[in-house]
């Protein structure tokens, strides 16, 4: 069945070129119908220039942030052969040690394995269909060495599916559709929380040639929700055929959106690229703790190109493409 039409949303107003913008939801949250359409423009506007924006005012408490990163760190400061006891893989649940893992090859570009550690949960209530419970419902696994880090992540979870929720309204008022076109679609949906340590190079050597933190990659689902420290060895965005450090503020999320979502805008909006640079020579003992949350969608969604952009892509099931480029990145 064809997606609906939406109605016509305006031709975005795009920030300057190579800007990653700053929005504040505040207004969307707590204005009037003005006030929430001017947001939605502006995310529109963001969305459809670099991919990429920053947001405050999101309502995500900084203090769960920080203990759950400082509970984080805890796990990662364990033993080698402790944290083995929760070895995992890409698309599991527990720890991927180094070397399992490598980004570049999901856009084709060859790369040495990323230079980070991750612990990684998810969507954990299965659907009673066993053969999407067994790829996107696997229970969590949480470390007995760090108790607390479960009833954190478990409410850190919360936190990010209701704010993921919330920006898949704005991006349907954006695009003129009805408030839960895409929510309606992510009823069950699936999700991973990768929580990456970026070891300092102290610690991993100086990298090989063409090594990363994380390779060049765009992400894969709908949008991402990123709380991330600053560094020297980290974020970049490409813009305008350049890569550039992508922007910091205290007390913000940096959001980008996944190729799912670019597919069903018919490219009007930008899966961008983006990296997280190696450990620098002129930083050795810097480590980074990132949290970051891959939302999605129903596994069995079908994503249709709406007649918004310049693009129309042949439907897909979600679950056909997300496994498609996680087995793509697996080393």
Request: charged share 20%.
């Amino acid at each position: 069945m064809s997606p609906p039409s939406p109605s016509s949303p305006a031709t975005p107003s795009s920030p300057p070129s190579g800007s990653v913008p700053t929005i504040d939801l505040t207004p969307w949250f707590h204005g009037d119908d003005t006030d929430r359409r001017r947001v939605a423009q502006q995310v529109d506007a963001a969305l459809s220039a670099v991919g990429f924006l920053l947001v405050t005012g999101h309502g995500v408490p900084a203090d769960l942030r920080a203990d759950v990163r400082a509970a984080a760190k805890r796990f990662f400061a364990l033993p080698y052969q402790t944290k083995e006891r929760y070895a995992a893989t890409v698309g599991e649940r527990g720890w991927l040690p180094p070397g399992v893992e490598a980004n570049g090859y999901a856009e084709g570009t060859p790369t040495p394995p990323d230079l980070k550690e991750t612990f990684a949960v998810g969507a954990d209530q299965p659907l009673g269909v066993p053969s999407l419970d067994d790829v996107w419902f696997l229970s969590n696994v949480y470390p007995a060495e760090v108790p607390e880090l479960e009833p954190l992540l478990v409410g850190y979870l919360e936190r990010m599916r209701t704010l993921a929720d919330e920006l898949l309204v704005i991006c349907a008022a954006a695009l003129g559709l009805a408030d839960d076109f895409f929510t309606s679609r992510a009823g069950h949906p699936s999700y991973t929380m990768n929580i990456n340590w970026y070891p300092p190079l102290s610690h991993v050597g100086e990298p090989e040639p063409g090594q990363f933190r994380i390779g060049p990659h765009t992400d894969f689902g709908t949008v991402t929700i990123l709380d991330r420290q600053p560094g020297v060895g980290g974020l970049q965005v490409y813009v305008d055929g350049e890569w550039v450090n992508a922007p910091y503020a205290e007390d913000s999320f940096t959001i980008n959106i996944g190729d799912l979502l670019a597919r069903w805008t018919g490219d009007r909006w930008c899966s961008n690229r983006h990296r997280v640079l190696p450990p620098d020579a002129g930083a050795p003992d810097e480590e980074l703790v990132s949290l970051i949350f891959f939302y999605e969608c129903d596994p069995d969604a079908s994503v249709e190109s709406l007649p918004v952009g310049t693009a129309t892509y042949p439907p897909v099931r979600a679950s056909d493409y997300l496994l498609e480029k996680l087995r793509a990145i697996t080393v």
